[in-house]
């Protein structure tokens, strides 16, 4: 049987003028995730999104399970394509909804009709399909207030579309739309968790790792290139930049106060972000930083790492509990990844007592008391060498 997916636009659908450019970037969104899977031409009607298959071979079950992961609509569902007439489409009703009717006590139909010219109008198609469909399950019992499936119906003007009801889609609004950030990307629980959030509210996000061989592993990276591949079908595809953090960690340990590396190690990953930031059109960065967390995401810790840049830092897991990140981050598969135990930069140079309380003064006064900017001009400079892009 014919099949097509339709896609209900969330927050797109309350927009003024520049509706259709949002849709537009869903579009596109969408074509480039289904492309793989094969042909599908896509249409657009009273905020909702057909996509349609033009291959017979396509796998709908991962089309499907694509479509649901891209930001921009609240609810999506696969629905039957049939002829305009009853026969067909009670045929087709039985067919595609018989397995749901089985193991279901009540049931309604609810039509809809936008082809005026159809013979039927929508009262009359529900008592119609309703009578046939009571017929060939007699177990079942109408309820029209709470029933257990709802056989939909809508007429639209080249065929008929039967289906059994929404599920929850992605949310959010199309990537791209929001301009572009650059993530802090860990290979903790919370800054993937951090950047799946931003992309829902449309930025185009690219990802930071901060690497310190021989001290962090070749594993320890290929871990985070994984939690990156994991929050692509979401975030889309991810240049990703890997920077040699090394002789900046040892340069740090050998001339800074021991209880400052953590926040000021903190403070010069911003400064590289940034400076990639500003030579690659990015307007932001993103850290999965929750306050109160560690010692390096107090309050004090945090006032002194934004003195480090001048770009707008989202944090948008600031305000929630772990176990609110761990949720999401189960949600969205990343969780197992980022529990497996391979090392960071940061825990590898971590103090045994951090500072939970610098001031921005004895802070400043400790990073200038080297001359970092040769290492960081030098670091800025080989990770620009070697982006790779994740996902796809
Ligand atoms: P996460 O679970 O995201 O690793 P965390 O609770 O372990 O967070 P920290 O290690 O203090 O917290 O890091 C705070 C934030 O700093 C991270 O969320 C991430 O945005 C950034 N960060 C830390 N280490 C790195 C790194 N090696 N590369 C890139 N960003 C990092
Ligand atoms: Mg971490």
Same mark, same amino acid.
């Given at each position: 049987?014919? /099949?097509?997916?339709?896609?209900?636009?969330?927050?797109?659908?309350?927009?003024?003028?520049?509706?259709?450019?949002?849709?537009?970037?869903?579009?596109?969104?969408?074509?480039?995730?289904?492309?793989?899977?094969?042909?599908?031409?896509?249409?657009?009607?009273?905020?909702?999104?057909?996509?349609?298959?033009?291959?017979?071979?396509?796998?709908?079950?991962?089309?499907?399970?694509?479509?649901?992961?891209?930001?921009?609509?609240?609810?999506?569902?696969?629905?039957?394509?049939?002829?305009?007439?009853?026969?067909?489409?009670?045929?087709?009703?039985?067919?595609?909804?018989?397995?749901?009717?089985?193991?279901?006590?009540?049931?309604?139909?609810?039509?809809?009709?936008?082809?005026?010219?159809?013979?039927?109008?929508?009262?009359?198609?529900?008592?119609?399909?309703?009578?046939?469909?009571? =017929?060939?399950?007699?177990?079942?019992?109408?309820?029209?207030?709470?029933?257990?499936?709802?056989?939909?119906?809508?007429?639209?003007?080249?065929?008929?579309?039967?289906?059994?009801?929404?599920?929850?889609?992605?949310?959010?609004?199309?990537?791209?739309?929001?301009?572009?950030?650059?993530?802090?990307?860990?290979?903790?629980?919370?800054?993937?968790?951090?950047?799946?959030?931003?992309?829902?509210?449309?930025?185009?996000?690219?990802?930071?790792?901060?690497?310190?061989?021989?001290?962090?592993?070749?594993?320890?990276?290929?871990?985070?290139?994984?939690?990156? =591949?994991?929050?692509?079908?979401?975030?889309?595809?991810?240049?990703?930049?890997?920077?040699?953090?090394?002789?900046?960690?040892?340069?740090?340990?050998?001339?800074?106060?021991?209880?400052?590396?953590?926040?000021?190690?903190?403070?010069?990953?911003?400064?590289?972000?940034?400076?990639?930031?500003?030579?690659?059109?990015?307007?932001?960065?993103?850290?999965?930083?929750?306050?109160?967390?560690?010692?390096?995401?107090?309050?004090?810790?945090?006032?002194?790492?934004?003195?480090?840049?001048?770009?707008?830092?989202?944090? &948008?897991?600031?305000?929630?509990?772990?176990?609110?990140?761990?949720?999401?981050?189960?949600?969205?598969?990343?969780?197992?990844?980022?529990?497996? &135990?391979?090392?960071?930069?940061?825990?590898?140079?971590?103090?045994?007592?951090?500072?939970?309380?610098?001031?921005?003064?004895?802070? =400043?006064?400790?990073?200038?008391?080297?001359?970092?900017? &040769?290492?960081?001009?030098?670091?800025? /400079?080989?990770?620009?060498?070697?982006?790779?892009?994740?996902?796809?």
């Amino acid at each position: 049987m014919k /099949e097509i997916i339709l896609l209900k636009e969330g927050e797109i659908a309350l927009k003024g003028l520049n509706k259709r450019q949002f849709e537009e970037a869903f579009i596109k969104n969408l074509r480039h995730r289904l492309k793989p899977l094969g042909k599908f031409e896509y249409t657009r009607a009273q905020s909702l999104i057909y996509c349609i298959p033009r291959d017979d071979d396509i796998d709908m079950d991962e089309a499907v399970s694509r479509a649901e992961k891209v930001f921009g609509a609240v609810a999506i569902c696969r629905a039957a394509v049939t002829e305009k007439n009853m026969d067909s489409i009670s045929a087709a009703a039985i067919e595609y909804c018989g397995e749901e009717l089985e193991y279901a006590r009540t049931f309604k139909v609810c039509a809809k009709r936008s082809d005026k010219g159809f013979p039927l109008n929508s009262p009359q198609i529900c008592m119609e399909l309703g009578g046939i469909l009571s =017929e060939k399950f007699p177990h079942l019992t109408v309820d029209v207030k709470n029933p257990q499936v709802t056989v939909n119906v809508e007429i639209r003007d080249t065929a008929a579309y039967i289906h059994t009801g929404n599920r929850p889609a992605a949310g959010g609004i199309p990537v791209g739309t929001s301009g572009k950030a650059m993530l802090l990307l860990s290979g903790g629980i919370d800054s993937p968790v951090a950047g799946y959030m931003m992309a829902k509210r449309g930025i185009d996000i690219s990802a930071i790792h901060y690497v310190s061989p021989p001290y962090t592993s070749e594993r320890a990276l290929m871990k985070v290139e994984q939690l990156c =591949e994991k929050i692509s079908p979401y975030c889309g595809d991810t240049a990703f930049y890997c920077v040699p953090f090394t002789e900046i960690q040892e340069a740090l340990r050998g001339n800074c106060p021991e209880e400052l590396f953590t926040i000021l190690m903190r403070r010069i990953m911003m400064e590289i972000a940034q400076r990639i930031c500003e030579a690659n059109g990015i307007s932001a960065l993103i850290t999965g930083e929750s306050v109160g967390q560690v010692a390096s995401q107090t309050m004090g810790a945090i006032v002194c790492t934004d003195a480090a840049c001048c770009m707008p830092v989202f944090r &948008p897991v600031i305000g929630m509990d772990k176990t609110e990140i761990v949720e999401i981050a189960r949600k969205i598969d990343t969780f197992d990844i980022s529990i497996q &135990p391979y090392e960071d930069c940061c825990t590898v140079f971590t103090p045994k007592h951090p500072k939970t309380k610098p001031s921005l003064a004895e802070v =400043e006064a400790a990073q200038n008391s080297f001359d970092f900017e &040769p290492l960081i001009s030098k670091a800025v /400079e080989e990770t620009v060498k070697k982006v790779i892009k994740v996902g796809g």
